[in-house]
């Protein structure tokens, strides 16, 4: 029996006889040939043996006892662990680790908090203050990221030093 994939009418057609017209709605289709009738798919070799030492679990899938060290299952080939992320993919949630790294920061609050740390000089702070506002758009734009700190400091520090420099500007421009 086959199945018309438009109309879904059963057809009594061999497995292998080609394209296919449905008597149904008159679409055609190609049959192709696949495991006989009663049959799933067909399994893959086995995978040789762990060492004995490992304690046996059951393939959640078929049920056929595999060593606790095997990745695949050697019945049905199905994985038996979690496959771990790979290193370095995941963002650190420990906040200890978040002060001292910037793990999972915005760029550009790392940036707005440097120059408003030198936006004493003056000369930075209009950088910073940019680079803050800039930061502080990208964060609420992605949950993911942190350092909202950063940003804000990198805001107040970088407006302090702007007035400063403003102020620097029109002292030289007064003159003596």
């Known amino acids: 029996m086959t199945t018309c994939p438009k109309c879904k009418c059963e057809l009594d057609i061999q497995r292998d006889a080609g394209s296919v017209t449905c008597s149904g709605c ?105 680079t803050g506002l800039i930061a502080v758009r990208e964060i609420r734009r992605k949950d993911r990221l942190h350092g909202m700190g950063r940003a804000i400091f990198g805001i107040i520090a970088g407006g302090i030093g702007t007035l400063l420099l403003i102020l620097m500007i029109f002292a030289f421009a007064a003159g003596p």
């Open 26 to 130: 008159g679409a055609s289709f190609d049959v192709v040939a696949g495991p006989p009738e009663g049959q799933g798919p067909p399994k893959p070799p086995p995978l040789p043996p762990q060492s004995s030492s490992a304690e046996t679990i059951y393939c959640t899938q078929c049920g056929e006892q595999n060593l606790e060290n095997n990745y695949r299952c050697v019945g049905c080939g199905e994985f038996l662990h979690e496959v771990p992320p790979p290193p370095g993919t995941e963002l650190s949630e420990d906040v200890s680790m978040r002060m001292l790294l910037p793990v999972g920061r915005s760029g550009w609050a790392i940036a707005s908090g440097y120059l408003g740390l030198f936006s004493v000089l003056a000369v930075p702070g209009p950088f910073a203050l940019l």
